[in-house]
């Protein structure tokens, strides 16, 4: 019942930059918690960074001081911007949202795109 659509991914050498942006189809408003994950190559999938109750942020330690995530209501979108990206970086990453309450109650993913980071 909720869509989400990730972009941004792609290629980038040790150092460099990118932004991803996750889509949703309804109002990230109503969203309990939102943000991104990423599974790197044979690894498990696991928590980057994250918006939750009162739009607190979360953050995993190895991207600390490197990874922002940001918002923007009115185009019901969520950013990570990646800045000096490391090899280690490299993975698939998801965009996650959490309804906690009403008819779109669940947690939704986005298909995932691909972040490979080269030395």
């Known amino acids: 019942q909720v869509q989400l659509v990730e972009s941004g991914g792609g290629f980038v050498q040790a150092g460099g930059s990118l932004r991803l942006s996750c889509a949703a189809s309804r109002s990230i408003f109503s969203m309990n918690a939102m943000g991104w994950y990423r599974q790197p190559p044979e690894k498990e999938r696991e928590l980057v960074a994250v918006?939750?109750?009162?739009?607190?942020?979360n953050y995993a330690d190895s991207v600390k001081g490197r990874f922002t995530i940001s918002k923007d209501n009115a185009k019901n979108t969520v950013y990570l911007q990646m800045n000096s990206l490391k090899p280690e970086d490299t993975a698939v990453y998801y965009c996650?949202?959490?309804?906690?309450?009403?008819?779109?109650?669940?947690?939704?993913w986005g298909q995932g795109t691909q972040v490979t980071v080269s030395s």
């Open positions: 918006f939750t109750s009162g739009s607190t942020t």
């Open positions: 996650t949202a959490r309804i906690t309450a009403g008819p779109y109650e669940g947690t939704y």
